[in-house]
C-alpha cells in the first residue's frame, strides 16, 4: 500500500485481487456445494491460529493493545439479516497485512492449492487449509464478506476489508473497537441453515472440539467446545478411566476397549495418536462412526472423518485418532 493510499482511507480503496487469488475464488464461489461445513471449520482454525499468535508475543511484550482481553472465539448470527459473525481477539491485522494476507493469500498459497485441486487426488475440502487459503472457503456460501480487524499495536488503527467475491476487495478505516479480527458474512439464500446455532454447535463438536481457546456460541456467551485433546497429552498424566470414558464417548461402544495404545512422536513428524482394539470386532448398533478408518487432524482440527490410508486393511476395525502437527499434503507418505 502506498503512502497516499494510507492517507485515504478514509475513503474505500478498491484494490484488485492477484490473477491466482481470482482463479481460487471463481473453484471456491462456482464449484464447491458439497462439505460447506468446513469454512467454519477453517474461519475457527484461523482465529485459534491467531490467538496463539498474541499468546507468545505477550510471552515477552505486554505492551500490545488490550493486554488483559480474554483470548477466546465469539460466534454470532442475525437470522434476520442473513449473517453469522465470528470475533476473535487473536493478534489482528494492520492495514498493509490485510492487504497482503487477504489480497494474495499467502504467497504461493493459491498456485501449490490450484495445483493440488488439478491433480483431483483428494477432495479439496480435505486439503483446503493447508495452503492458507482456508479464509476463502468462506465464498462458498457468501454473498459478501467483511473483516474487520484491529493489530495488537498499540499504535494502529482500525481497518475494514470487504468482498463479494468480485474482481477488487476494498479497504478503509473503521471504527475503533477492541484488539482481534471480526469476520461477518452475508449467507446465501441456500446458506440460511448457518443462522441456526445448533448447526453451528454440530460442526464445532465435529471439527474444532479440542480449539485450545474457548468457543462461545449466541448472545449468552454459551461454550461449545471440551478445548482439552486427551491424545496430546502426556500419556504417564492419564488415568485409565480417561482412555476408558473417551472410548465410550468416541463409539458409544459402553463394554469398553480391550487395550489402547498412546503414541507421542516428534520426529522425522510431530504427531499425536490414540488408537483402541475394540472389545469385539462388531461395530455397536449405537456407534456414529459408520465407516473404516481413522479420525484425522491437523493441530488439534479435524480434516478427514474416515481416514483408511493410515492402517493396512487388515487392522480397519481399530477406531482412534491421529493428530499431525504438520500434516503433508501426501499423507499416504
Known sequence: MTNDQKENLHEPQFIPFK??????????IHSLYTDRDVFIRELISNASDALTRISFEMLTNRDVQDPNAELAIWITTNPDEKTVTIRDTGIGMTDSEMIEDLGTIAHSGARTFLEAAQKGERKITEIIGQF?????SAFMAAEWIKVTSRSCRPEAS?????STGGDTFSIETAENKERGTEIVIKLKEDAQEYTQEYRLKQIIKKHSDYIPYPIYIGESDEQVNRQTALWRQTPQEIKQEQYTDFYKQFTLDY????AHTHIVIDAPVQLYALLYIPSSP????LTPRK???????ARKVLIQEYCQDLLPP????????????????????
Open 282 to 285: 462388531n461395530r455397536s448398533v
Open 132 to 136: 492458507g487459503v482456508g479464509f476463502y
Open 19 to 28: 490473477a491466482e487469488t481470482r482463479q481460487l475464488l471463481d473453484i471456491l
Open 158 to 162: 482500525t481497518t475494514s476489508w470487504f
Open 314 to 333: 487388515a487392522f480397519r476395525v481399530i477406531p482412534g485418532v491421529v493428530d499431525f502437527e504438520d500434516l503433508p499434503l501426501n499423507v499416504s507418505r
Open 291 to 297: 465407516n473404516d478408518g481413522l479420525q484425522l487432524f
Open 255 to 258: 463394554e469398553g476397549e480391550l
